[in-house]
């Protein structure tokens, strides 16, 4: 593995990271809610940034893979909740969605999969959140990212949950792979249904943003006007927080940081439609193009969704899943 994709394997890892620190604070938030309190966010609006479920689950998800590859069977993942989630005692269990919840519940009741999955909020973004680490593993492979991601998410998603994830794991793996911003959405969407509500949505948003006009907050209306569902009252749902994301990821053209504020300014669930757009810039520029003192706010996860993760580092569950040649050198 070369130099330039462990840096786009970091990048991913990172900007999933970093997106999911600067959109907590505003998540489940308007538009409005968050230019009243902060104005525009434009960085960390706290002394303590940190990652949410998001991070944590993408490194549960980024250690399984390291483990298994492209082996992963859905034996695997369920092993793994129970190793590291289930039958654990659930301590400080805190931030994770209803998808992940109703997993646990199933899973504690002796249920398997795919009928865990089956509690109402399939259709979350919990599986799209912790999808990038197969983007990295299968890089250059949309196909097979879509495969193996599909694969985790059977335990606890389905339908247009499971959609959602494939679009980003595949996204991710054609950015690994050095596609621009059209061919990683092009990527992402020839791994769903056409006829979905995630293409659909995914659809709308990019083309909103072609159209959009320049200035941010122009640019963030067009694009949340061709998404949201005006009063449908969860902001979790995989359709919505993906278009979002895409949208994010299309107006910015691809850059990082654009992105990453575009995704948090639109609010709703706004942690991890950064954090998915985090890491689809990441993985298309890399590591050494996410603004230094954003990166140098990730630490190791504290654990506050999910004790067992408590103090992996992304960038060490990045370079688990690229080996790298040291005898390629840094350019």
């Known amino acids: 593995m070369d130099w330039i994709a462990c840096d786009r394997a970091r990048g991913a890892l990172l900007g999933l990271a970093v997106g999911d620190a600067l959109g907590a604070p505003a998540e489940n938030m308007r538009p409005s809610e968050i230019r009243r309190r902060w104005g525009r966010i434009e960085g960390f609006v706290t002394d303590t940034p940190a990652g949410t479920d998001d991070t944590e689950y993408a490194i549960f998800s980024g250690l399984l893979l390291a483990r298994h590859g492209s082996a992963l069977t859905v034996s695997h993942v369920e092993n793994a909740w129970h190793h590291w989630i289930a039958d654990l005692d659930e301590g400080p269990f805190r931030g994770a969605g209803f998808s992940e919840r109703g997993t646990l519940e199933n899973l504690r009741r002796g249920l398997a999969a795919p009928i865990t999955a089956q509690h109402r909020h399939a259709w979350s973004d919990g599986l799209a959140m912790r999808a990038a680490p ?3 593993f299968a890089a250059g492979r949309p196909d097979e990212a879509a495969r193996l991601v599909a694969i985790d998410g059977c335990v606890s998603h389905d339908g247009e949950g499971i959609y959602g994830g494939q679009a980003v ?21 020839s791994v769903v249904p056409m006829d979905s509500w995630t293409a659909r949505s995914m659809r709308r948003a990019v083309v909103a943003a072609e159209r959009a006009e320049t200035d941010p907050l122009s640019r963030e209306r067009t694009v949340r006007s061709a998404v949201v569902i005006g009063g449908y009252p969860w902001t979790d749902l995989a359709p919505e927080a993906v278009g979002l994301a895409f949208g994010a990821f299309a107006a910015a053209r691809g850059d990082f940081r ?12 706004a942690d991890t439609t950064a954090a998915v757009a985090g890491a689809l810039a990441g993985a298309l520029v890399g590591a050494s193009a996410i603004p230094a003192d954003w990166a140098a706010a990730i630490g190791p996860v504290r654990g506050s969704c999910l004790p067992s993760m408590r103090g992996y580092h992304v960038l060490d569950i990045a370079d688990l899943l690229t080996p790298y040649d040291d005898t390629e050198a840094a350019p």
């Not at 794991?169 to 969407?189: D, F, R, S, T």
């Not at 654009?258 to 669930?269: I, K, P, Q």
């Open 169 to 189: 794991a595949a996204g991710v793996a054609a950015a690994m792979a050095g596609a621009g911003p059209a061919g990683v959405i092009g990527a992402a969407l």
């Open 258 to 269: 654009t992105s990453v504020l575009t995704a948090v300014n639109m609010g709703r669930d």
């Open 134 to 136: 197969f983007g990295v």
